[in-house]
């Protein structure tokens, strides 16, 4: 059975720093896109960065770009959100996503989802 579990989230004040850690376990992790996603109060689940299974292809959303990067280590089966310069918008439960899907068409509203992480909560404060 395909399980994702988040790890790394907590409370840190504007401008600081977390890193995010999804462990896959149950297919093979090589061939799959990885996305996180956040969910923040009273908001819609939405991408904010993406990975193709290459590896190479990676997508963000606007307002993350430049901030977060994601990463991944096929050895240990895990994906990284690197989140740097955070603000208060930030805030909010971050989900791992395994993608049947182009990151492109996760961007555009096209997701299909093989498998969610249970998510974890990140909180920055001003």
């Known amino acids: 059975q395909v399980q994702l579990v988040e790890s790394g989230g907590g409370a840190v004040q504007t401008g600081g720093s977390l890193r995010l850690s999804c462990t896959f376990s149950g297919l093979a992790f090589n061939i799959l896109n990885m996305g996180w996603f956040r969910q923040a109060p009273g908001k819609e689940r939405e991408v904010v960065a993406c990975m193709e299974w290459t590896g190479i292809f990676t997508q963000y959303e606007g307002s993350t770009k430049g901030r977060f990067t994601i990463s991944r280590d096929d050895v240990k089966n895990t994906v990284y959100l690197q989140m740097n310069s955070l603000k208060p918008d930030d805030t909010g439960m971050y989900y791992c996503?395994?993608?049947?899907?182009?990151?492109?068409?996760?961007?555009?509203?096209?997701?299909?989802?093989?498998?969610w992480g249970k998510g974890i909560q990140v909180t920055i404060s001003s």
């Open positions: 996503a395994a993608l049947s899907t182009a990151c492109s068409e996760t961007f555009s509203g096209t997701t299909s989802v093989d498998a």
